[in-house]
């Protein structure tokens, strides 16, 4: 799921232009005319005056049934549960405290997600959008972003979406007969047909969007051929995320559809080749961007490539708060916010320790590599099993990043060294006649 948040230039780095796009916990984009540029980061702040609260309105609910969804069994979590739908208390108690919460950021941006978040209505959004004018002081800016599969989007939701100015992130994996296998309706059908059609209305409607992929065993072994097939649909903010998903009975192992390290890899390697030839500050990967921005000493907005993580939230349809999309279980409830502030919920001791376990629960090989400093133990739902002699899990990707930043090195470098110089990142392309 992607969370597409707000932007703070005083405090956040960025090497992308416009707003918010990716599933960066507390990221801020921005850019110069000519390409990628830097932004100046300082000292992370409090957890309370940086975090991102990512909305689940319908819950778990979706009206897909994609095999390698892992939210998609959260209903377990309320099995009495008849009414999924965010009711109006919660909608105003979130709406609320999360103003309060992030009461000196000069923008503050609500994501939501699921499940499927356009199975609330659109009603639902407008009045959302209206408790938010209501609730913020003058001179706040109000961002909105919303991940979706883009079957519901018809030109009323377009048009409400780019009057508002919300930021849609729309999943799509690629062309059709790599897109198709695990993005299927309940029944089984394909939805690729579907969620072009969405790609090409968001467009039509001059609707701000961006693609999330999911890179699973069949699309992993095609990159160019996905990369080539986003850029042609007019996609310019892509990002990445690989399919991990823990077999059941076979501890250390993964799943038939998820993505090994080596095809992670590879995959990476191969569009990086052709992006950073071609289409530097053209295009823009989340993850070229997240490792470049470690490249240049600064700490990447992304959670996953970050030292610690905590600081992106979900909230449930009826008010609960779990430390993490991917950690929403009954030992990571935090509270509810119709019963307990959103403030002592995110700065809560439970919720401190799970950021720093990131960190202190990694195995030494970790610690010891290289490219520690771009990597730091990749997101922990993803550490299935600790290496030989060490007793702390290892990211199932370790190999497949490894040689990803092994590639991509002697070109992040030059990149690193040009932005340095106050220079766009894209200089990197003249070394091939382009830039």
Not at 277 to 286: C, I, M
Not at 425 to 430: D, F, G, L, N
Request: proline share 9%; hydrophobic share 40%; net charge positive.
């Amino acid at each position: 799921m992607a969370g597409l948040l707000p932007r703070d230039d005083s405090r956040l780095l960025s090497i992308s232009p416009g707003r918010a796009r990716f599933e960066t916990p507390a990221a801020a984009l921005t850019a110069g005319a000519s390409g990628l540029i830097l932004v100046r980061m300082a000292a992370a702040p409090p957890i309370a005056a940086d975090f991102q609260l990512m909305a689940k309105p319908m819950g778990p609910r979706c009206n897909l049934a994609c095999v390698y969804c892992f939210y998609r069994g959260k209903e377990a979590l309320y099995p009495d549960e008849r009414h999924w739908k965010m009711r109006p208390a919660v909608l105003e108690a979130y709406v609320r405290q999360y103003l309060a919460c992030l009461h000196r950021a000069p923008e503050v941006t609500f994501a939501w997600q699921g499940g499927e978040p356009t199975l609330a209505g659109l009603d639902f959004y407008k009045r959302a959008v209206a408790l938010q004018r209501a609730g913020a002081p003058p001179g706040r800016r109000i961002g909105n972003s919303l991940q979706t599969n883009g079957i519901l989007l018809d030109d009323a939701w377009c048009r409400f979406l780019r009057d508002e100015n919300f930021l849609v992130g729309l999943s799509l994996d690629g062309p059709p007969e790599l897109h198709d296998p695990y993005r299927v309706f309940p029944d089984g059908r394909p939805t690729a047909a579907r969620v072009l059609d969405a790609l090409a209305r968001l467009r039509r409607h001059g609707v701000e969007f961006n693609v999330l992929c999911s890179v699973h065993r069949l699309n992993a072994a095609r990159p160019r051929e996905v990369y080539e097939f986003l850029r042609e649909h007019g996609v310019k903010f892509m990002q990445f995320i690989p399919i991990v998903v823990p077999a059941e009975g076979a501890p250390g192992a993964a799943t038939p559809e998820s993505v090994t390290p080596e095809l992670w890899g590879g995959f990476l390697c191969e569009i990086f080749d052709v992006w950073v030839r071609r289409d530097v500050g053209a295009v823009f990967v989340q993850a070229f961007d997240m490792t470049l921005a470690a490249w240049t000493g600064r700490v990447p907005p992304l959670c996953v490539m970050n030292e610690t993580c905590g600081r992106a939230l979900i909230l449930e349809h009826n008010g609960d708060v779990y430390s993490c999309d991917h950690f929403a279980t009954p030992d990571h409830r935090l509270g509810n916010i119709l019963q307990r502030p959103l403030a002592e919920i995110v700065n809560s001791p439970r919720q401190a320790a799970f950021a720093r376990d990131k960190r202190d629960r990694r195995p030494a090989s970790c610690r010891a590599c290289r490219y520690d400093f771009a990597c730091r133990g990749e997101c922990p739902k993803n550490r299935l099993a600790p290496p030989p002699g060490e007793d702390q899990p290892r990211s199932w990707l370790c190999s497949g990043y490894f040689r990803f930043f092994e590639h991509s090195a002697p070109f992040m470098g030059q990149m690193a060294e040009a932005l340095a110089r106050g220079l766009p990142a894209a200089v990197v392309m003249r070394q091939f006649g382009n830039g």
